[in-house]
């Protein structure tokens, strides 16, 4: 790690009690730079003056290093997988008292949970015998869980939403596009650190055993060794017969991990290979 930057990340230990070490360090450069802009200097010495008299000043670095960014059916093609033969298989495998159990990691404002659950009443509507599921939806950043927990949407951000979904699972007021209730109930959204080392899983899923662990274009913003621990995370969280799901540029990540294999090239959609655990 550079020297300026390992000054920031202590003194930002030091003030705030949060350790930023584990992301990578030209994401962290770059984040750096624009506060160091804002702040009219890029003397290190001032801007941690500045960071200790400016407690918003530490507030909108954390914020930078959070990433937040996320969309409806980012990926089309993986959620077209999910849609014709993850989900319906998964839900067909599931008897009367069971539930399909989906973590969704790195959740950031709520699109990716709720394109799943999207996908899961549409299924289950085509079902003689609904199958219940459960989302258990995480993320670092108590914006935007809180935005998550609203699940209200402007236009721009609708337009990979399919007309007939949006009809049939949304509520338009004006410019906005709010989530029904029917989807809200299944999910539950909630602040969880993926490095931390005191818990295997989100405290709403003690036990693990998810059927699908989607954490999408996260892992590649930190460290190699902050990486695999977690993925490790995942795939212990993971039932013997689950999926997960990364981003498409984590494909060299999650190869170099070891212990899954790719079940649907060129989607980055993995099972835990056979013996690896």
Same mark, same amino acid.
């Given at each position: 790690m550079d020297d300026r930057i390992e000054e920031i990340v202590n003194a930002v230990y @030091?003030? =705030?009690? $949060? @350790?930023?070490?584990g992301y990578e360090d030209t994401f962290l450069a770059h984040s750096l730079e624009k506060r160091f802009s804002v702040a009219k200097t890029d003397d290190i010495a001032d801007y941690i003056r500045h960071l200790a008299g400016n407690p @918003?000043?530490?507030?909108?670095?954390?914020?930078?290093? +959070?990433?937040?960014? +996320?969309?409806? *059916?980012r990926n089309p093609l +993986? *959620?077209?997988?999910?849609?014709?033969w993850i989900l319906?298989?998964?839900?067909e495998a599931k008897s009367d008292h069971s539930?399909? &159990?989906?973590?969704?990691a790195g959740c950031s404002t709520g699109q990716e949970a709720y394109s799943i659950a999207i996908l899961a009443e549409n299924i289950n509507s085509q079902r003689q015998r609904p199958v219940r599921y459960r989302i258990v939806a995480t993320d670092i950043s108590q914006e935007a869980l809180l935005e998550a927990s609203r699940g209200e949407y402007r236009e721009a951000a609708i337009q990979k939403i399919r007309v007939g979904d949006l009809k049939e699972h949304f509520l338009k007021s004006g410019e906005t596009y709010a989530v029904c209730d029917r989807l809200k109930q299944h999910i539950s959204f909630s602040s969880y650190d993926l490095l931390d080392n005191r818990s295997s899983c989100p405290q709403e899923s003690i036990f693990g055993g998810?059927?699908?662990?989607? =954490?999408?274009?996260?892992? *590649?913003?930190?460290? &190699?060794?902050?990486?695999? &621990? $977690?993925?490790? #995370?995942?795939?212990?969280?993971? @039932?013997?017969?689950?999926y997960l799901i990364t981003g498409e540029?984590?494909?060299l $990540?999650?190869?170099?991990?070891?212990?899954? =294999?790719?079940?649907?090239?060129?989607?980055?959609?993995? #099972?835990i290979s056979r013996g690896a655990r």
């Open positions: @030091d003030l =705030c009690g $949060i @350790d930023v070490s @918003d000043e530490a507030a909108i670095l954390l914020r930078s290093l +959070t990433v937040t960014h +996320t969309e409806f *059916f +993986t *959620f077209a997988h999910l849609e014709q319906p298989s998964l839900m539930e399909l &159990r989906v973590w969704s998810f059927d699908l662990v989607v =954490c999408s274009n996260l892992l *590649f913003y930190y460290q &190699r060794s902050h990486q695999e &621990r $977690i993925l490790k #995370k995942l795939v212990d969280s993971m @039932d013997e017969n689950g540029a984590e494909r $990540i999650v190869r170099r991990r070891g212990g899954l =294999c790719q079940v649907a090239p060129p989607s980055p959609i993995y #099972k």
